[in-house]
């Protein structure tokens, strides 16, 4: 079992950075593949970013590829988004999902936080 939350959400102006981190309870986190997934309001949940375990290979989409970067502390049990360059788009709520092996679509996700919103400006 794991258990996510996720923190860092919030109001930025477009062209902006925040930073979110998901805090996860388990001893196992590290057997863990951790994304990040979006729902827009209206709008289905989405594949944002992975990381495949500890082995450092990360997976995005291609609207955030090159200006999000997903990282992970094994030691601390959490995980980053990073995110940069920041689009109205992009406005969000941002969800913290495990899985033990990859899959793009969040059906298949078994774990989940209860989300942190972000809101970008133009």
């Known amino acids: 079992q794991v258990q996510l939350v996720e923190s860092g959400g919030g109001l930025v102006q477009a062209g902006g950075s925040l930073r979110l981190s998901c805090a996860a309870s388990?001893?196992?986190?590290?057997?863990?593949?951790m994304g990040w997934f979006r729902q827009a309001p209206g709008k289905e949940r989405e594949f944002v970013a992975a990381?495949?375990?500890?082995?450092?290979?990360?997976v995005y989409a291609d609207s955030v590829k090159g200006r999000f970067t997903i990282s992970r502390d094994n030691a601390e049990n959490t995980v980053y988004l990073q995110m940069n360059s920041l689009k109205p788009e992009d406005t969000a709520f941002y969800y913290c999902?495990?899985?033990?092996?990859?899959?793009?679509?969040?059906?298949?996700?078994?774990?989940w936080g209860k989300g942190t919103l972000v809101t970008v400006s133009p």
């Open positions: 388990g001893r196992t986190f590290s057997s863990y593949v």
């Open positions: 999902a495990a899985v033990l092996n990859f899959r793009y679509n969040y059906e298949s996700w078994n774990y």
């Open positions: 990381m495949i375990r500890s082995g450092g290979n990360t």
